[in-house]
Each structure stands twice: as C-alpha cells, then as structure tokens.
C-alpha cells in the first residue's frame, strides 16, 4: 500500500495513456453503429433515426452494408455519443464515410487512427468518472486510492473503452452513481440513474424494483412508490418521443436480444423451462425483502446473475466491475477480484480474434474473424464460466451494509 500511495498518481497517468494509445491503434466494427447514428442525429434526426435505414431503397448502399437492424439498443446509446460527436462533425467527413461505408481501408491505409480519439472520446469521458466517483464509495483513502489502480488497469474497461468503442462504459457509470446515492441514502436519485443505466441497456428494467422493495420494507408502500417513480418518469419522458418509431419498438424496445439471459433454465415438463436468471433474481428478491441482503448487495448479484446464465458478451462484465472492485476492497476479499478477473480473461480469448487481437489494426489481416480460438473448446472456459456461477452464491451468503 505504501508504493501504491508513493506513486498513485504516476500510475494513473500512466493508465490513461496507456488507454489512449490503445484507443488509435484498436477497431471493431461494432463502432459504425454509434458513428452512423451520430451522423443521422447530428443531421437532425433526433427522433426519426431508427427508421433512417428501413426507408432507404434497397439498392441503397447504408442498407446493404447494415441493415434495418442496425440500432438495436435505447435512445441514450446514440444520444450521448452523437452529442459529443457533434462539435467535431466539420472536421471528421473523411472519417465518417471511411467506417460508415469502407472501414475495411483502416486495417489497409493506417498503423493507427487519430480519429479514434474523438469516436471513442464519450467513452473515454466516461471511463475518466467512474474513476473520479469510485473513491467516493470508501471511508478509506487508500481504498479509493487502489479502486482507481483496479479500473483503469481493468482489462474489461481496456477492452470497451479504448478498444471495441462500446456504450457498456456509460453504464456502467449509471450504476456507480446508483451506489452512490444508495449510500447517501437517496434513493429518488439511485432510481433515476437505474432508470438511465435502462435507457443503455435494459438491465435497469430488473433493479428498479429491487429499490422498491429495499423501501418499502423500511418506510411502506407510500415511500417505496416514491422512490421509483422518478426513474420510472425518467426512462417515459425520454423513450416517449421513439415510442411511434416502427424500428424502434421491433429492434430496440422489443428486441430479441433482451431474451438472452433467459435461454438457460431447468426444464420442469416438455415444452416448459424456468430461466435460471429468473430463479436467482426471484431468490436476491425474496432475500431482499428478509432483510438477509442489502440494496447495494443485491443490485450487484442481480448484475451477476446476468453473465453467469448468459452465452456471455465480454463487454457486458463491465457493467459489474464497480461493484465488484467495491466489495472486495470494502471487504478485503481481493482474490475474489482476481479469481473473476482471469475467468473473464479465459472466456474472452475464447472468442475469435476480432474480440481481442484481431482488433489490433496492425494484425488484423493476419488474423481474420474466422480463426477460432484454441480456447474455445477448453474446458479453462467452462471452468472459468463455473466461477461466475460459484461467485453469485458466494456473494449471495454474505450481508454487506449499503
């Protein structure tokens, strides 16, 4: 702790600079949605962009690159962007049309991208406040002081902010800044920001009422109501204006991919599963309402039950980073951190290469999508899948203070 405390800030430096140079020379494809919708909405189509491409002609080249498919998450995923795009937007024509239209010359003209660095700046943004808020969430300076380190050295964060460009970050801020205002017991305020962590992505729509439930044991009904209604005015006010929107209620709002947590279950007769995700969110529920569990612990397990019964996306661990580094800090279980970091590191590198150093502009041709991982059918993975599983009933046996 005291080389830690020695040289805290030269670390930090050294972090961030590490990010940014990760920023320019990295690329995933995943990127050209957020660009094109920036484009769409900065050339004022606020509320009409999700339906910009399913009314193209179909010999239209942005329809056949993408898609009617194409924006598949909440407003708030392509509002935040855009709008730091939109200062920028003069200066960046060449490299809107290179991703929108043929990012393949990226991986064929550049050793890096110095544009990267304002397509991936919302995130970066982002990344740099969970790293200014962590601290606030120990008693302890030097806590907060190692919560930092843990971050911005997080290969999860590495991945989503400065490599693949990913939304997961802004997310994952939300949800640190509900923790926050669980712990100053405000907890109007920890709705609203679950409410904007759903207008990301909808992993929102399952906490919300863990909060409710959190006070209506403690105040009643009345306040319990309270305490959610302004995230629930939140999340209307801003998805009202898309609700006439056709893509956005067939891709967006009732997309198949909010399912995907539920595919795993225990059949009980022959057409009828019950998702495993729904049997631990019901048991962190119901031990809410016990009192055997805190808000705090039970949004975080809630978080963690979706990547431990999910095929897994690697950018989705992000959204559970924050409360992991607090736990075990505030409870010195730091192997715990350890143990599910290098888990998430196996089920990463089983993927194929444009997740990890296919991302890499330089080695990009060397190693095309289509080479599998020799990881892939390890059982390191499952293994590795079996900790996330044997983590959440770990967590899940422990009471921690909100």
Known sequence: MEIIKKYHKLL?????????????ITYHPDLRAFVLASKFINEGEVFTFYDHVSK????????????????IYPPLSYLIPATFYAPFSGVLNKSYDEIIYTDSVIYEKYSFYPSFLIF????????????????????????????????????????????MGQVDVILAFFLLMSFYFIKKR???????????????????????????????????LLESVKSVT?????????????????????????????????????AISGGVSIPWFF?????????????????????????LSVLAFNHFHPQWFLWFTPFLIIYTLRHNKIYLYLALVFSWILIWLSFDPSLHAGMIIWFKQALPPTMASPLLESSLVLLARAVLVGSLVLLGSNKSDD
């Open 56 to 71: 193209l002609h179909s010999s239209d080249q942005i329809k056949k690159i993408y898609g009617d498919d194409i924006f």
């Open 279 to 303: 049997i631990a969110y019901a048991v962190i529920a119901l031990y809410l309402f016990e009192k055997k569990l805190s808000l705090f612990m039970s949004i975080g397990l809630t978080n």
């Open 230 to 266: 302004p995230g629930i005015l939140t999340w209307g006010i801003i998805t009202a204006p898309y609700i006439f929107s056709p893509a956005f209620r067939v891709f967006a709002l009732f997309a198949q991919h909010t399912a995907k947590t539920t595919y795993a279950g225990i």
């Open 12 to 24: 930090l430096v050294l972090g961030i600079a590490f990010q940014i140079f990760v920023s320019v």
């Open 186 to 220: 405000r907890l109007p305020l920890a709705g609203i920001f679950i409410a904007l962590s759903a207008l990301i992505k909808p992993t929102g729509f399952v906490l919300l009422p863990l909060v409710a439930i959190w006070v209506y044991r403690r105040k009643g």
């Open 120 to 163: 991936k700046l919302p995130f970066f943004v982002f990344n740099l406040l969970i790293l200014y808020f962590l601290p606030k969430m120990f008693e302890k300076e030097k806590n907060g002081r190692l919560a930092q380190l843990l971050w911005i050295f997080n290969p999860t964060n590495l991945l989503v902010t400065s490599g």
